[in-house]
């Protein structure tokens, strides 16, 4: 029996090792080109472009949306809707060793990320498939215009909307300071998909009083923060009847669980038989 | 029946495998029910605020490519918790109504008579949502793309009309498809 047990717990540690990930270094978090977040930084609506790790080229559309200092989302739309999106990582703070890990997870190493239009250090990149409409990169054209004037500057950290405490006909909120903001935009409104009302700047400070709100009404409140002409994406909570959500809901697979089930307890009714089998035998004998 | 002590050995290592393998099948089965009913365990640390709960006045999505006409039916989060249904496709009711400017998010199982053809959907196929009080709206699919349970980003609020349609894929459930559609006015 005791080995029964061993051997279950070596199947089960199997089991679980074989369903992790292990990564030595941290990866940023990427958007998706379906709803991409950060400014708009490069838009060509046709031409010719180059995808890391692959010789041949594009045809299509191709955007870049800058997320943080050292993140980038490119979004590129072949004519014939097979999109592909890469994750730019600057990682000149890694070591070699890390970057190795991350190249056996799929990451490409470009040395000089100034032979594709980015700053002059080392970049890793990493491709997704997509489908689009072709023609179409990126879905929310309204967060920055193609053509619009292009800011170099960093975008800074979005803040966290830690508290809205409501007073009459005053609200006052309290965010986290984003390290590269220069001033905090607040944008609200009395509905939930409408921030009509807003504070464009309130200089460089983390708790700020909006007054001569209508007492009888909820408001919805989020902060952004900028840094010279960048805004980051907005505060990643709100208050005032905000929920969150905490990743994409399950939607079940009961075929996979159903056959696992039978197949688990044929394989113990099984093994019960013959070990039950087994200990008459060895009595017999 | 007479069996040798070779034998014996043999049937005892064979049991054993069984049994392990029976046991380590029949705890994962628990914890993939134990996942279904909590989906919040899929859930990493990205979060986004979302609205209060809308007017809940739909009435169904019909997907005429595929071959997808299902009623719709409102949903919330409760504690981390995602409402869900096996008669049609759910709609979160803290995101915008299908139409109105936002990411309107509807999800459902990937049964085959819920969403399992989902993933043949393209970019250019149309949605129709129908209201109770209202003509039905269309939408045009713009992407489609398998993401991870983590990639909530795709759910974050924008400045247009879309929804968000999503259903389980992949290994063991281990991905989302989703297919997100413009807001289109019918001519």
Request: overall charge neutral; some cysteine.
């Amino acid at each position: 029996m005791r080995k029964t047990v061993s051997l279950f717990v070596m199947t089960l540690f199997l089991f679980m090792a074989s369903t992790r990930n292990v990564l030595a270094v941290d990866e940023p978090n990427f958007p998706l080109c379906s709803n991409p977040q950060g400014a708009l930084v490069v838009s060509y609506n046709s031409g010719v472009h180059g995808i890391p790790g692959d010789l041949s080229e594009h045809v299509g559309s191709d955007k870049v949306y800058s997320l943080t200092s050292n993140t980038l989302i490119q979004c590129f739309c072949s004519v014939s809707g097979d999109g592909i999106q890469t994750n730019w990582w600057m990682v000149s703070s890694l070591t070699d060793e890390q970057k190795r890990i991350l190249q056996s997870e799929g990451w490409i190493l470009i040395p000089n990320g100034a032979l594709w239009g980015l700053e002059e250090a080392p970049y890793m990149a990493k491709n997704s498939n997509f489908s689009c409409l072709s023609g179409s990169t990126g879905g929310n054209e309204s967060l920055s215009q193609a053509g619009a004037p292009i800011c170099n500057s960093s975008v800074p950290e979005a803040p966290v909307l830690l508290s809205v405490v409501r007073n009459g006909s005053e609200a006052t909120l309290t965010w986290t300071k984003s390290a590269l903001a220069d001033h905090y935009v607040i944008s609200y409104g009395d509905s939930p998909s409408s921030f009509q009302f807003g504070v464009p700047d309130t200089g460089n400070v983390t708790t700020f009083t909006i007054r001569e709100l209508n007492p009888n009404k909820q408001y919805y409140f989020k902060v952004i923060a900028v840094n010279n002409c960048m805004p980051s994406q907005t505060s990643s909570s709100g208050v005032g009847g905000f929920g969150q959500v905490l990743g994409l809901a399950a939607t079940g697979e009961e075929k996979t669980i159903y056959f696992a089930f039978i197949v688990g307890l044929g394989l113990l009714g099984v093994g019960l038989v013959l070990h039950g089998y087994n200990s008459r035998s060895s009595k017999n004998a | 029946m007479v069996i040798t002590v070779d034998l014996q050995k043999m049937l005892k290592v064979v049991s054993n495998i069984f049994i392990a393998f029976g046991l380590v099948l029949l705890l994962f089965v628990g914890y993939k029910v134990w996942e279904e009913n909590n989906p919040a365990r899929l859930s990493f640390d990205s979060f986004y605020p979302l609205s209060v709960p809308q007017e809940f006045n739909l009435e169904s999505i019909e997907i005429p490519s595929i071959s997808i006409n299902l009623p719709i039916f409102p949903s919330k989060i409760e504690n981390g918790r995602w409402e869900s249904t096996k008669k049609g496709v759910s709609y979160l009711l803290t995101s915008p109504t299908p139409g109105e400017v936002g990411n309107s998010i509807l999800y459902g199982h990937d049964f085959p008579n819920l969403l399992g053809n989902l993933p043949k959907i393209k970019p250019g196929d149309e949605i129709f949502v129908r209201y109770k009080n209202a003509n039905p709206k269309k939408f045009i699919v713009e992407y489609t793309q398998v993401v991870s349970p983590k990639d909530s980003s795709v759910l974050n609020q924008t400045q247009d009309s879309r929804i968000t349609l999503y259903t389980c894929t992949g290994f063991l459930d281990s991905k989302r498809f989703i297919a997100v559609a413009l807001f289109k006015t019918i001519e």
